[in-house]
């Protein structure tokens, strides 16, 4: 079982900059992948970032990239994603995932290969 907790959630006016914090506890943080989510209201949760188990690598939405940064500390247990240049549109609720390191990179976008989430965390963005 890996517990995991998101914090660093808020209002932030539009341009405005946010860094969520994903802690993770349990199991060995290093078996597994992690991956940031979002779910806005009335849709479908969808892809933000993934960094591998190690942090050799990481992968964006395209409709985020150059906006954010995920990176991880696995002395910590510990995954971040820094946000800058925040829309109204990226209103939503962030969500950080586990993903088992036997899976491959091109399993890091896909929700459903995910074993553990978190409760979220909301990021309102005013205009």
């Known amino acids: 079982q890996v517990h995991l907790v998101e914090s660093g959630g808020g209002l932030v006016q539009a341009g405005g900059s946010l860094r969520l914090s994903c802690t993770a506890s349990?199991?060995?943080?290093?078996?597994?992948?992690m991956g940031w989510f979002r779910q806005a209201p009335g849709k479908e949760r969808e892809f933000v970032a993934a960094?591998?188990?190690?942090?050799?690598?990481?992968y964006y939405a395209d409709s985020m990239k150059g906006q954010i940064t995920i990176s991880r500390d696995n002395a910590k247990n510990m995954v971040y994603l820094q946000m800058s240049s925040l829309k109204p549109e990226d209103t939503a609720v962030y969500y950080c995932?586990?993903?088992?390191?036997?899976?491959?990179?091109?399993?890091?976008?896909?929700?459903?290969?995910?074993?553990?989430w978190g409760q979220g965390t909301q990021v309102a963005v005013s205009s």
């Open positions: 349990g199991r060995t943080f290093t078996n597994y992948h």
């Open positions: 960094i591998t188990w190690s942090g050799g690598a990481t």
């Open positions: 995932g586990a993903l088992r390191r036997d899976f491959t990179v091109q399993e890091l976008g896909d929700m459903t290969k995910y074993d553990y």
